[in-house]
């Protein structure tokens, strides 16, 4: 690994000081932010930090978002997987 595994613990646990709240709702923004571009999500399989229940909702509701999950990689692709690699191609010969 070239990471610190035990990152995303700390959005795992509630701080303990902290009134007991719902996380905030943040579907709308990312439809706002994402609705009429070119998306690519590159996501490690692997990833404990990407579940692949949240990319799939992202499939979901921005259709147009194109998807590789790579295979046996966490949470950061270099990219240079041949299947990444192949996704950046078509991509990038989508939006150029």
């Not at 490690?44 to 999950?69: K, Q």
Request: charged share 20%.
């Amino acid at each position: 690994l070239d990471y610190d595994p035990a990152i995303s613990e700390v959005f795992k646990v509630a701080p303990t000081a902290a009134p007991a709240a719902s996380p905030p709702d943040l579907w709308p923004l990312f439809i706002a932010m994402a609705t009429g571009k070119p998306l690519l999500l590159v996501r490690g399989a692997d990833s404990d930090i990407l579940e692949a229940a949240v990319a799939d909702r992202m499939a979901t509701l921005l259709p147009h978002m194109a998807r590789v999950d790579i295979e046996g990689v966490g949470h950061a692709p270099t990219l240079e997987e041949p299947q990444a690699q192949a996704a950046l191609d078509t991509y990038f010969a989508h939006v150029s």
